[in-house]
């Protein structure tokens, strides 16, 4: 299946996953969230507002793969 996404949808996309903890060290992937305890990974709300279309779909596969790790 093929789909065109604009950045918004790729926003949730990212969103919509959280990383494995294999990948929470990544700097592509600290660099938008955080680890917190009792809460698990939290996205910041701007996480993606300077990331290119390009930049969001390689941190979501990032946190997508860490899961078959």
Same mark, same amino acid.
Request: charged fraction near 35%; include cysteine; proline fraction near 3%.
């Given at each position: 299946?093929?789909?065109?996404?604009?950045? $918004?949808? #790729?926003?949730?996309?990212? /969103?919509?996953?959280?990383?494995?903890?294999?990948?929470? &060290?990544?700097?592509?992937?600290?660099?938008?969230?955080?680890?917190n $305890?009792? #809460?698990?990974?939290?996205? /910041?709300?701007?996480?993606?507002?300077?990331?290119?279309? &390009?930049?969001?779909?390689?941190?979501?596969?990032?946190?997508?793969?860490?899961?078959?790790e």
């Amino acid at each position: 299946m093929k789909l065109d996404l604009i950045k $918004e949808n #790729l926003v949730c996309l990212a /969103k919509g996953i959280e990383p494995n903890y294999s990948a929470m &060290d990544n700097n592509k992937i600290k660099r938008h969230g955080s680890f917190n $305890e009792p #809460l698990g990974w939290k996205w /910041k709300y701007d996480a993606f507002k300077e990331c290119t279309e &390009d930049e969001i779909l390689e941190i979501y596969l990032i946190c997508k793969n860490s899961w078959k790790e």
